[in-house]
DNA sequence: GTGTGACTTAAAGTCCGTC
DNA sequence: AGACGGACTTTAAGTCACA
């Protein structure tokens, strides 16, 4: 079995944020999303939904698929 | 300004669906979700979590990220 | 700069059905 | 095989104070 789905795509979230060197609190903004939910989101506590991933997408300059965790066995 | 990721993300899912021929009631029942359900999201009048966007991408047998629409300028 | 618990309200998702 | 409606339950969105 997989691990959860939100863990999953926190981890490749703060992949993502740290290789482009911005903090949480800047992507928050660029984002428009608040600062506490980009936490809750790369510590796997949250499932969140496609405007979100969208938004987080935007914000980092990146396609949605690559916000996206591959399939574990 | 990008069309609702709900209708890019519908589109994609019965295309992918249909390529694989299968019916929406197929599809809902190997991903265990309901089939109304499956019907309101290919009609973009849903905002699917990461998690329904995992069952859906298992039934397919494809990657999450296969389900991701492409940014639309 | 980030983690965490608690909270309200908006929307996801279910289940019954008809056309 | 699929669109659509109504009523319902559960959960995400979004925010806050504080560590």
Do not use: C, W, Y
Request: no cysteine; glycine share 6%.
């Amino acid at each position: 079995m997989s691990r959860d789905v939100r863990v999953r795509f926190g981890e490749r979230l703060r992949e993502v944020r740290t290789g482009h060197g911005i903090s949480q609190e800047r992507l928050a903004a660029l984002a428009e999303l608040h600062r506490t939910f980009v936490s809750l989101i790369e510590r796997g506590e949250r499932n969140v939904t496609l405007q979100t991933v969208e938004k987080l997408a935007l914000a980092l300059d990146v396609e949605m698929a690559e916000l996206m965790p591959v399939q574990e066995q």
